[in-house]
């Protein structure tokens, strides 16, 4: 039963290239939320997402972010034309429906993006 | 903005000592959970208390939650050097489907 899987784990691109991170939540999970960890501090919600929907992207910058949870496969994160401040780790987490109340959230070990 | 807001911002103290972290929000919620991040690695959960509960014990960690002052606890007992990590509550609203971190309290356990 494997948790929550993100790759890669490190991740190095040059900027204005394009970044894709890649998360597979816990099996039966379908909700997953994406977060951002600058050095030195603490997490920042980016985007929740269920299967097909987007249902709160407000930490996420409306411009270069993209995020999709598509029917089949892993949710990707995608930043387009990196700069050198989206340079972070990257973390998602998965949990069942929210909406019982009584979920936990289970967190991959996050993908490191250096951006150079 | 930030559901979780957690303090202090760092805590250093001495093996064996007792540790203490608080954690406030401002809406309502479901329940409340802490995690722990070592240096440099990926979020292990601690604890989760509803909202129904009040105290809860996992080994050496006990939480408190008093829903009226919008505010949580997170007390590790005879601390450890292997204890020295960031810790983060997260929140999960009654109103929304998402969870919301604060800044993290960082905990420097000295041998």
């Known amino acids: 039963n494997a948790g929550v899987m993100q790759n890669p784990r490190h991740l190095v691109r040059r900027r204005g290239q394009e970044a894709r991170l890649r998360c597979s939540p816990m099996?039966?999970?379908?909700?997953v939320y994406w977060y951002r960890q600058l050095p030195e501090e603490g997490l920042k919600f980016m985007v929740y997402?269920?299967?097909?929907?987007?249902?709160?992207e407000s930490g996420m910058p409306k411009e270069r972010f993209s995020a999709e949870f598509p029917k089949e496969g892993p949710s990707i994160l995608r930043i387009q034309q990196v700069v050198r401040g989206d340079s972070a780790a990257y973390f998602c987490?998965?949990?069942?429906?929210?909406?019982?109340?009584?979920?936990?959230?289970?967190f991959g070990q996050g993908t490191r993006l250096t951006v150079v | 903005s930030q559901q979780g807001e957690e303090d202090p911002q760092a805590l250093s103290i001495q093996e064996g000592e007792n540790a203490t972290m608080n954690c406030s929000y401002k809406?309502?919620?479901?329940?409340l959970q802490w995690y722990r991040q070592n240096s440099g690695r990926g979020l292990v959960h601690l604890i989760l208390?509803?909202?129904?509960?009040r105290e809860k014990h996992s080994g050496r960690l006990r939480v408190t939650l008093d829903t009226s002052k919008k505010s949580s606890s997170l007390l590790i007992t005879a601390s450890r050097a292997a204890d020295t990590a960031s810790y983060f509550c997260?929140?999960?609203?009654?109103?929304?489907?998402?969870?919301?971190f604060g800044a993290g309290t960082r905990l420097t356990v000295k041998p």
């Open positions: 987490a998965s949990s069942a429906a929210p909406g019982s109340g009584f979920t936990e959230a289970f």
């Open positions: 099996k039966g999970h379908s909700h």
């Open positions: 997402l269920q299967k097909e929907n987007i249902i709160d």
């Open positions: 809406t309502s919620i479901n329940n």
């Open positions: 208390i509803r909202s129904n509960e």
């Open positions: 997260a929140t999960d609203p009654t109103l929304s489907n998402d969870m919301r």
